[in-house]
Antibody
C-alpha cells in the first residue's frame, strides 16, 4: 500500500519561499512510470495542478506558476519536494502530494497524501 | 490551457434520486477525462477514468459517459455517503485542469 505524507511549515511570510516535503512509503519516486505531483486547493475553492516529477527526474510545471516552482526528488530518502518562491496570500492553500499513473492508465491519480495547509501571512 | 466547465455548481437531491453532473471541455479531449469525489476534509478520490471506466472499488451506481468535449457523471441512486464535491479533470494535455466542482447534498 502506497502512502504519501506531506510536511512543512504551516505559515509562511509574504515574499518568502514555501518549502514542502512528501515522504513516500510503499513505492519509489525513482521507479514505476509514475508522475509524482503536487496539487493545491485554496480554502473553499477548486483544485490546481502545480506540476510533477516523472520517475526519471524530469519535471513539468503549470505555466501559471512555472517561474516560481521547483519540484525535485530525493531518491535516498524517497521523498518529493516542492519549493514555491515569492509567495503571496494567493498561495494560501491545502497542498497535496499525489501519485499519477502513466498514459496507459490515463494519467489518473491513484494515491493522495492527506494534504497540508499552508497559510501565507505576515 | 484547457478550461473545464461543470454544471450545476450545486445540486440537492433526495436519497435514491438520480443525479447527473455535466462537464464541458474548451477543446476536444477525446476520452482523457476523469471524475473525482472529494468529501469534506479529505483528499479527492478517483471514481471514473477514461471518461467511462469505473475505478476498482467504486460502487456501480456511479457511471461516466461522453467523449470529445461533453461528459457526464451519473449517480443512479443517491446515497447519504455520496455527499461530496465532484470534480472533472482533463489529462489530454498539460497543465491537467479541473472543473470548478459540483457540490452534491441530500435534500
Amino acid at each position: 500500500q502506497v502512502q504519501l505524507q506531506e510536511s512543512g511549515p504551516g505559515l509562511v511570510k509574504p515574499s518568502e519561499t514555501l518549502s514542502l516535503t512528501c515522504s513516500v512509503s510503499g513505492g519509489s519516486v525513482s521507479s514505476g512510470s509514475y508522475y509524482w505531483s503536487w496539487i493545491r486547493q485554496p480554502p473553499g475553492k477548486g483544485l490546481e495542478w502545480i506540476g510533477y516529477m516523472y520517475y526519471t527526474g524530469s519535471t513539468n510545471y503549470n505555466p501559471s506558476l512555472k517561474s516560481r516552482v521547483t519540484i525535485s526528488g530525493d531518491t535516498s530518502k524517497n521523498q518529493l519536494s516542492l519549493k514555491l518562491t515569492s509567495v503571496t496570500a494567493g498561495d494560501t492553500a491545502m497542498y497535496y502530494c499525489a501519485r499519477v499513473r502513466d498514459s496507459n492508465d490515463w494519467y489518473r491519480v491513484d494515491y493522495w497524501g492527506q494534504g497540508t495547509l499552508v497559510t501565507v501571512s505576515s | 490551457d484547457i478550461q473545464m466547465t461543470q454544471s450545476p455548481s450545486s445540486v440537492s437531491a433526495s436519497v435514491r434520486d438520480r443525479v447527473t453532473i455535466t462537464c464541458r471541455a474548451s477543446q476536444h479531449i477525446s476520452s482523457w477525462l476523469a471524475w473525482y469525489q472529494q468529501k469534506p476534509g479529505k483528499a479527492p478520490q478517483v471514481l471514473i477514468y477514461a471518461a467511462s471506466s469505473l475505478q476498482s472499488g467504486v460502487p456501480s451506481r456511479f457511471s461516466g459517459s461522453g467523449s470529445g468535449t461533453d461528459f457526464t457523471l451519473t449517480i443512479s441512486s443517491l446515497q447519504p455517503e455520496d455527499v461530496a464535491t465532484y470534480y472533472c479533470q482533463q489529462t489530454n494535455s498539460f497543465p491537467w485542469t479541473f472543473g470548478q466542482g459540483t457540490k452534491v447534498e441530500i435534500k
